[in-house]
């Protein structure tokens, strides 16, 4: 079984953004099954931790900003049943997400940017500059992205709607998804790769997809059927 997320969240004091933490769950290593990560682009660094390991005081904010401050109660009744809970047992204390009504719809105006960060974007994404664009990912916020979603539409060629696959692939919200849903048919497996992990929000499965150092055609095709088939 791969890898569960139990959350993800914004690293603490990063204002500028482009670095998100992130719990799993790992089912298929129950003596340290919590996964504490770090993500920036497509490179990430953690480890796994037994439950008490990973609920230690250095941990808290880290689980704090992913929403897995549960954890914490799931050790302590760890300890006190004086044996250690299996990854499925960690999985059934995890409380339901409350049930939020839609919200209303709204028409958003994004603010102007006038510092040329804009106008750098649209530019590589025209020129279909690969390198520029991985440096612009760590500028985006979310007027910017709601911005540049707004320029995307399904009629440009394959070369750019890979550009703004890449440009996009920390993404998650609602203005990138038409984007991504759009790039599980792309060409480029790399582009397929990433629309699965926002569609999924699970970026860890970026990982699966490597096989000797580069993005391998059939687990990713593999997952886009099964996220076509989810409606996602």
């Not at 969240?9 to 933490?21: C, K, R, V, W």
């Not at 994404?125 to 440096?135: Q, R, S, T, V």
């Not at 998650?172 to 790399?190: C, H, K, N, Q, Y």
């Not at 499965?205 to 990713?220: H, K, M």
Request: aromatic share 6%; with cysteine.
């Amino acid at each position: 079984m791969p890898a569960i997320m139990l959350g993800t969240g914004p690293l603490p004091g990063n204002h500028a953004g482009g670095t998100t933490l992130e719990v799993h769950l790992l089912p298929e290593y129950p003596d340290t099954p919590i996964s504490l990560a770090e993500r920036w682009g497509t490179q990430s660094t953690g480890g796994g931790f037994t439950l008490q390991g990973a609920t230690e005081y250095r941990w808290e904010e880290h689980l704090r900003a992913c929403g897995c401050d549960w954890l914490r109660a799931v050790a302590n009744e760890e300890r006190l049943s004086g044996r250690i809970f299996t990854p499925e047992e960690i999985l059934q204390r995890r409380p339901a997400a409350p049930v939020m009504p839609p919200p209303l719809p709204t028409k958003h105006t994004p603010r102007p940017v006038t510092d040329g960060t804009l106008e750098r974007i649209r530019t590589a994404l025209a020129e279909h500059d690969f390198e520029e664009i991985e440096g612009l990912r760590d500028v985006l916020t979310d007027d910017l992205v709601r911005t540049i979603a707004s320029d995307w539409s399904a009629n440009l060629d394959w070369d750019t709607k890979d550009a703004y696959a890449a440009l996009l692939l920390d993404q998650t919200s609602e203005a990138v998804r038409p984007i991504f849903r759009d790039a599980l048919d792309s060409p480029t497996v790399e582009s397929r790769a990433y629309a699965v992990c926002v569609l999924t929000k699970d970026f860890s499965r970026f990982d699966d997809f490597l096989i000797d150092g580069g993005v391998a055609e059939e687990p990713v095709n593999a997952a886009v059927a099964e996220v076509k088939a989810a409606g996602l």
